[in-house]
């Protein structure tokens, strides 16, 4: 054997380790108090809660978005108020543009700014990145409604507020404002829903064409500041039946004339939010 066989053969590496193996020391457990991961969902209110605090900064950061929930009521208030371009019947002016004004503002956000809102984030892909999370379709639909109600909040004091000012005196005191609003809740449903069905079905730029059409013709036919009993028989029904015209009416009913639950404009709103959120469920597209 040469010197080199024999080096090799006394290496150290070349030996076997004396003594039994080693032991993979246990997983140390984490101490008490200590951050634990847990993958999974959020519980659905919490996402929900997230979600409508996200679309409320996206909503007051919009200037054209105020510019159609704020201004433009303020100043078909301020204008039809002080002018007598219409003929609105017996009353004070403001008593019966007030309630209808305030109708158009929950329009303009629940509806109108949603709608074209909405359709530009689906088409940017928005919704697409929102769809691959675990907040479904009613989750994103209860969101975007809680951000609507907080707007609204904000439109219908600045309004009441300027209707004040102008000397409208509405009736029903604490009963009356709980009736107006149930009005705007099932209103807001209707119209949320409504926006959310034509954005999630058509693209972005004829949602933006549709939405604002609707705003144009209801502003006309929907008993906003035109009596609906000035357009033809045949043609009241109709007109009626839209929840512009059921949330107008009914604020009138409890605000202005002091009559209690109106059914009839219930009866409209709660259909329309009924049936215009099982059709945005099952028709709405994340992309």
């Known amino acids: 054997m040469t010197d080199h066989a024999r080096n090799s053969s006394s290496s150290p590496r070349s030996r076997a380790p004396s003594g039994p193996p080693s032991q993979a020391s246990p997983a140390r457990r984490p101490a008490s108090g200590a951050f634990s991961p847990n993958p999974g969902a959020a519980p659905l209110p919490r996402m929900v809660l997230a979600q409508a605090g996200m679309e409320l900064r996206v909503m007051l950061r919009n200037g054209e978005q105020l510019l159609l929930t704020m201004v433009i009521p303020v100043l078909l208030l301020v204008g039809f108020s002080v002018t007598s371009l219409l003929d609105l019947g017996d009353g004070t002016r403001v008593d019966f543009l007030a309630p209808g004004i305030i109708a158009l503002a929950v329009m303009s956000t629940a509806f109108t700014g949603q709608a074209i809102g909405t359709g530009f984030e689906r088409r940017y892909g ?85 939405a604002n059409l609707v705003y144009v013709v209801l502003l006309g036919l929907g008993g906003v500041v035109f009596p609906v009993d000035r357009y033809p028989e045949a043609a009241q029904p109709v007109l009626a039946a839209l929840p512009i015209t059921a949330l107008a009416d009914g604020l009138r009913a409890v605000l202005t004339d002091g009559a209690g639950p109106p059914l009839l404009s219930l009866t409209v709103l709660a259909a329309w939010a009924a049936v215009a959120a099982a059709l945005a469920s099952r028709f709405f597209r994340w992309e």
Not at 148 to 172: C, E, F, K, T, Y
């Open 126 to 210: 928005v919704l697409k990145r929102l769809g691959a999370t675990p907040l479904s379709r009613l989750g994103l639909l209860g969101a975007k409604t809680l951000a609507v109600l907080a707007v609204q909040a904000l439109q219908i004091a600045v309004l009441a507020g300027v209707a004040l000012a102008l000397g409208w005196s509405p009736a029903g005191g604490a009963a009356g404002a709980a009736q107006a609003a149930v009005l705007v809740l099932l209103a807001t449903a209707a119209f949320s829903s409504l926006a959310l069905l034509m954005a999630g079905t058509l693209r972005a730029e004829a949602t933006l064409a549709a």
